[in-house]
């Protein structure tokens, strides 16, 4: 269902306001663009509909089974708690995190994950209720200075393969 959405921001004022809900951290500002991850804050039969509908419209064929998943879901996501409904669509939000990563990283474009916002401020800010959504993780991407950034020649810190993966043969 891409149960999120992405905000790139390159408006300054705004990136200005966003900063000073962020800890003043100065890569908000900063970057070159700021994207913000804003996760669904419920999941309703009107947005499950809309997910199945398109599906239907682009393939051009509706089945038995889709029909019956569809079901399934009217029937318990819209019943489910707010809560365990926005934590499910911030979860997916994060897939699509993990990608933007992955592909800045391959286009050797920095970034930085940031959790250290207040979502309230920042749905404030670029007035997400209205739209049903809640900010989750933020993304400045840009380019590194290299010259003014003691970061930039630490080591990497990761525990080793053997510590983090458990085989199971
Ligand atoms: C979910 C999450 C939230 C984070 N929030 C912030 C943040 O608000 N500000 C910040 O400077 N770094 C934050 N970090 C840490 C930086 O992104 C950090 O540079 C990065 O995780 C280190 O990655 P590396 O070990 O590959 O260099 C956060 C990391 C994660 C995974």
Not at 39 to 68: L, V
Not at 80 to 86: C, K, S, T
Request: proline content about 3%; hydrophobic content about 40%; charged content about 25%.
């Amino acid at each position: 269902m891409q149960p999120y959405e992405i905000y790139v921001i390159t408006n300054q004022e705004l990136r200005e306001k966003i900063r000073a809900a962020s800890n003043d951290q100065s890569q908000v500002t900063d970057c070159s663009y700021l994207l913000v991850f804003a996760a669904w804050d419920n999941y309703t039969a009107e947005r499950i509909n809309a997910a199945f509908d398109m599906t239907e419209t682009i393939r051009d064929f509706k089945s038995e089974s889709g029909a019956a998943y569809r079901q399934m879901l009217l029937k318990s996501y819209p019943n489910r708690d707010l809560e365990v409904n926005f934590t499910h669509a911030a979860k997916q939000a994060y897939i699509g995190l993990d990608t933007a990563l992955i592909a800045a990283a391959y286009e050797q474009v920095d970034c930085t994950p940031m959790e250290g916002f207040s979502p309230d401020a920042v749905d404030e800010i670029l007035n997400l209720k209205s739209k049903g959504l809640r900010s989750v993780v933020m993304l400045p991407l840009g380019y590194r200075k290299a010259d003014e950034d003691w970061l930039v020649t630490l080591k990497k810190v990761r525990r080793t393969k053997e510590q983090f993966i458990s085989w199971i043969q």
